[in-house]
């Protein structure tokens, strides 16, 4: 009987701990950050074709079908 308390009172605890820090990390952030987070989540991604890397498609330098990183590796073309 006493397991079943102490077990009870744990979960009960651990499921408060997670409720409060869920709603202290949406306080911390404001409502306008949250907007902009969720806006550069939603933004396609491509790959350099030189070097792999991975990076939101507006600043991707694209030469035709492909994608680059930067002015150098489109220079250079798909290298690899």
């Known amino acids: 009987m006493i397991l079943r308390i102490l077990f009870f009172a744990v979960f009960g605890w651990l499921l408060l701990s997670w409720a409060r820090g869920r709603a202290r990390r949406a306080?911390?952030?404001?409502?306008?950050?949250r907007e902009a987070q969720a806006a550069r989540a939603?933004?396609?991604?491509?790959?350099?074709?030189h070097c792999g890397?991975?990076?939101?498609?507006?600043?991707?330098?694209?030469?035709?079908?492909?994608h680059y990183c930067c002015a150098e590796h489109r220079r250079a073309g798909s290298g690899q």
Not at 54 to 59: F, H, K, M, Q
């Open 42 to 49: 939603s933004v396609p991604m491509k790959v350099c074709a």
């Open 27 to 33: 306080r911390v952030m404001p409502p306008v950050a």
């Open 53 to 66: 890397i991975l990076l939101p498609e507006p600043e991707a330098l694209r030469s035709g079908d492909k």
